[in-house]
């Protein structure tokens, strides 16, 4: 069974930063893709994607602040988050995507942006 286990979460002040981590029990090659989401309020959104040749899309809220990239060797994606708000605070999700169509979710890690 695929696990993905996000770390990285934790309390920043507005314009500070944060780098979330997604570890893969598994070869992320074996993913057509991998992406980043986050909840709060009981709305998804989805923030950004990586395919398996390193193509990267992001959503326009978080376009030009948060960087999503992969580290094949350690079977890792991360999000790296700057300028960050308090509008950012919800709860973080990863999420691989197998060439199958299978969908392999995270646990969340909890983002919290307050002075």
């Known amino acids: 069974q695929v696990q993905l286990v996000e770390s990285g979460g934790g309390l920043v002040q507005p314009g500070g930063s944060l780098r979330l981590s997604c570890a893969a029990s598994?070869?992320?090659?074996?993913?057509?893709?991998m992406g980043w989401y986050r909840q709060a309020l009981g709305k998804r959104e989805l923030l950004a994607t990586v395919s398996s040749g390193g193509r990267t899309n992001y959503a326009d809220s978080v376009k030009g602040r948060f960087t999503i990239s992969r580290d094949n060797a350690k079977d890792t994606v991360y999000l790296q988050m700057n300028s960050l708000k308090p509008e950012d605070t919800a709860v973080y999700y990863c999420?691989?995507?197998?060439?199958?169509?299978?969908?392999?979710w995270g646990q969340g890690t909890q983002v919290t942006v307050s002075s």
């Open positions: 598994t070869n992320i090659f074996s993913f057509n893709s």
């Open positions: 999420r691989a995507q197998a060439f199958g169509g299978n969908y392999y």
